[in-house]
């Protein structure tokens, strides 16, 4: 039953690789960080993720995490420039970073801002950079989210890495144990999740209309499932 319910949360989201497990919605981003639970859209025409990042300082961490192939997806980097010249410098240069207008929505109470970029290049997912004075790991996730675009917040800190091909890691895993079925419950329109699933072998067995209810709308809801 325990490979189902992880291929269960899996297929919801599959697009973001292992770290995933980690995101919660929230009412409130302060709500989020502190408790980990639900919250409204900010994004005026979807859902997506804001990742953000404290104590990162690995050029190869933040590639890593910049790297999904989804549509509404950022990564939001706080790091402190003058602790971190070189570090600051090399992502400034490297992402072609835009001085914008940093503006404290009220959300939070947020200190020690002194500037925020965001990427030029569009070869890339977007990544925000917010220059802080380092003070704690909280002041800069309340930094980072006062300016993320997304209503789904996921806290990373050093040494987090996305994790290519969880999925499949999975079924693998599972193929080891006396485990005789995998089902997978998608959304109907999560057409990402659904090729994922397709790719390593899943078969679609049912569709029920309207039986999921998220974001305020109705949702068809698809089984695929996996004979091992």
């Not at 039953?1 to 973001?16: E, H, N, S, W, Y």
């Not at 995101?23 to 980990?36: D, G």
């Not at 917040?153 to 050093?158: D, G, I, S, T």
């Not at 890691?169 to 959304?187: D, F, G, S, Y």
Request: aromatic residues 8%.
């Amino acid at each position: 039953m325990k490979p189902i319910l992880l291929l269960l949360f899996a297929a919801t989201a599959a697009c973001v690789g292992a770290l995933l497990p980690l995101i919660s919605r929230a009412r409130s981003k302060r709500l989020l960080l502190n408790a980990v639970r639900r919250a409204s859209s900010d994004a005026p025409d979807g859902i997506g993720i804001s990742v953000l990042c404290s104590g990162v300082t690995d050029a190869a961490q933040i590639e890593n995490l910049l790297s999904p192939e989804y549509s509404r997806y950022e990564v939001i980097v706080v790091l402190d420039a003058r602790r971190h010249a070189a570090e600051f410098a090399a992502l400034t240069a490297r992402y072609r970073m835009i001085r914008v207008e940093w503006v404290c929505s009220g959300e939070l109470e947020v200190s020690g801002v002194r500037a925020l970029g965001r990427s030029r290049r569009r070869c890339f997912r977007r990544l925000v950079l917010v220059d802080r004075a380092r003070d704690s790991e909280a002041g800069d996730f309340d930094a980072a989210a006062s300016v993320a675009t997304y209503d789904y917040l996921l806290p990373v800190r050093a040494g987090c890495f996305l994790l290519p091909g969880s999925v499949e890691r999975l079924v693998a895993e599972c193929r080891t144990t006396e485990c005789h079925a995998l089902v997978a419950c998608i959304t109907a329109d999560n057409d990402p999740s659904r090729r994922l699933f397709e790719s390593i072998g899943f078969r679609r067995v049912s569709h029920f209309e309207q039986v999921g209810r998220k974001f305020g709308r109705w949702l068809d809801v698809v089984d695929y499932e996996l004979l091992l």
